[in-house]
């Protein structure tokens, strides 16, 4: 597929645009400071929804089998309800992959 160059820059500015917009309009619109306890706690959560949201597809995606990206999941479901931090859940998270499919291959 040949995108000229023109084209090319007219997708990207267009794209620059949509985001600027995005990220623009809750500035504009949220002056003042939420009153709303609801809505505060509300836009509180959205970044950690936002963030599981793409994550944890991709921890199923990430390997060939998917019985090993559900025990990565529970392996760093666990270790962060343990207190680990994020290098700690991570770590632990690429451990259990590698356990679970080092068991698969030898089953």
Do not use: E, H
């Not at 597929?1 to 623009?24: E, S």
């Not at 963030?51 to 990206?69: E, K, Q, W, Y």
């Not at 025990?71 to 343990?82: H, W």
């Amino acid at each position: 597929m040949n995108i000229d160059l023109q084209t090319y820059l007219i997708y990207l500015l267009v794209m620059a645009g949509v985001t600027l917009f995005l990220r623009a309009v809750p500035f504009i619109l949220l002056r003042k400071k939420l009153k709303s306890v609801f809505w505060s706690s509300f836009l509180a959560y959205v970044p950690y929804t936002v963030l599981s949201a793409m994550t944890v597809p991709a921890i199923f995606f990430a390997t060939d089998s998917r019985i090993t990206g559900a025990c990565a999941l529970l392996a760093a479901v666990v270790t962060s309800l343990f207190g680990g931090g994020l290098v700690t859940v991570a770590a632990v998270s690429c451990l259990a992959v590698l356990g679970v499919d080092g068991l698969l291959l030898v089953l």
